[in-house]
């Protein structure tokens, strides 16, 4: 049997991992695949490098009436273009309330939903949000939380229309090198690294004692195939409002500790690993690192949400991952660490300042 997919974002990091995960699949499932591209030269070129197993259709998110017809054409529909896009969201939810066939959407959020906001002094974080034993809080969590604006409109699908099966997968930190299409490289640490070399010297946001999770993009794009193999199987999950899963690795009985544990790593941690490392290549003149203000962040970056990437807490736990045989293959924090080396290559061969 083939499938219809309507994937938006396959162009990018996630979306790249999850494309090639669908066209490479080892259970013989069939995917006629339909992506999102905003230009020519993105199409042909993932047109090639798909070798034409992929359908593009140029557009843009806020192409509303383009999202409709093809989430009306389509029997799956995966989302990892912009996960704040609120029009698109919108639209596809229109869509598959209406609809009368079963379908499937699996949506990308991110931890950032479960960010604490930016202060300069912050009792140390000892919450810890597993999408399991948390689902009830992780269902109420206020509208003012980065992404669940979205996150709410696509919850509400399941109940409003029960042939609709929903998934929503919120990474935490993603790492490595993509298997994708285009963009290769993921942005939180990226970023950092980039406006590090802009400050001539890297940087926390105040003390950069936050913690978060973190997940290698492999590892990742396996979740979002089991998640769909799953569903296409008919097999049990947990779905639609329990259908919450953390891009994040997860550990057996952790303590409850306001010190990072060896899956999650602190915001300082990695200021300091990029200082000592562009200090080794001599791209800055000291490894020490600065503390900034939030308001100074954002004038170096010109990003508003430059400071929540860097100076939140947001521990996260992919249980529901784990319940449904989820296996994570890279779980060592050195390499984790290590691999910020291929980011610091990226962000030279591409620096625009
Ligand atoms: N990377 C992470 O660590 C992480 C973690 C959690 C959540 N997220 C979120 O997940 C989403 C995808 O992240 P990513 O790392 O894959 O980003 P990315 O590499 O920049 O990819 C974004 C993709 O979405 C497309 N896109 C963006 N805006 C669009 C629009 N208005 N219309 C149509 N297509 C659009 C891009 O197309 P072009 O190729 O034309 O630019 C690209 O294909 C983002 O919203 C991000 O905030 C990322």
């Known amino acids: 049997m083939t499938y219809t997919v309507f994937i938006t974002g396959a162009t990018g990091y996630i979306g790249g991992e999850v ?142 229309n029960p042939k609709i099966e929903t998934i929503v997968i919120a990474p935490s930190t993603i790492y490595g090198i993509s298997n994708g299409y285009d963009n290769l490289y993921s942005i939180q640490i990226p970023f950092l690294i980039s406006a590090s070399l802009k400050n001539k010297q890297a940087f926390t946001v105040y003390d950069g004692n936050y913690i978060w999770s973190r997940v290698h993009i492999k590892d990742l794009g396996d979740l979002y195939y089991l998640v769909l193999h799953k569903l296409i199987k008919k097999e049990s999950l947990p779905v639609n409002r329990e259908g919450y899963y953390f891009g994040s690795l997860t550990i057996q009985d952790a303590p409850n500790s306001a010190a990072p544990t060896e899956i999650e790593h602190t915001w300082k941690e990695i200021s300091q690993t990029i200082g000592k490392k562009l200090y080794e290549r001599k791209l800055v003149n000291s490894a020490e690192i600065v503390e900034l203000q939030p308001q100074a962040i954002i004038e170096l970056t010109g990003d508003d949400f430059a400071p929540a990437y860097w100076g939140t807490n947001s521990r996260s736990r992919g249980d529901n991952g784990k319940l449904i045989g989820w296996k994570p293959k890279y779980t060592s924090k050195q390499e984790f660490l290590d691999s910020i080396d291929d980011d610091i290559d990226h962000i030279i061969k591409n620096l625009k300042f």
């Open 19 to 160: 494309l090639y995960q669908l066209l490479n699949n080892a259970d013989g499932l069939n995917f006629e695949v339909t992506a999102l591209v905003r230009t020519e030269s993105k199409a042909a070129n993932l047109i090639a490098k798909t070798g034409s197993r992929v359908k593009a259709v140029l557009g843009d998110l806020d192409d509303t009436e383009l999202i409709k017809k093809y989430t009306e054409a389509s029997d799956i529909i995966i989302n990892t273009a912009n996960v704040d896009h609120v029009p698109s969201a919108e639209a596809l939810s229109e869509v598959l309330v209406a609809s009368l066939k079963p379908k499937i959407l699996i949506h990308t959020s991110g931890t950032s939903v479960l960010g604490d906001g930016i202060k300069a002094k912050k009792p140390p974080a000892t919450k810890i949000y597993s999408d399991s034993n948390n689902i009830g809080e992780l269902n109420s969590l206020p509208l003012a939380q980065p992404h669940r604006p979205v996150d709410a409109i696509v919850l509400d699908i399941h109940d409003k």
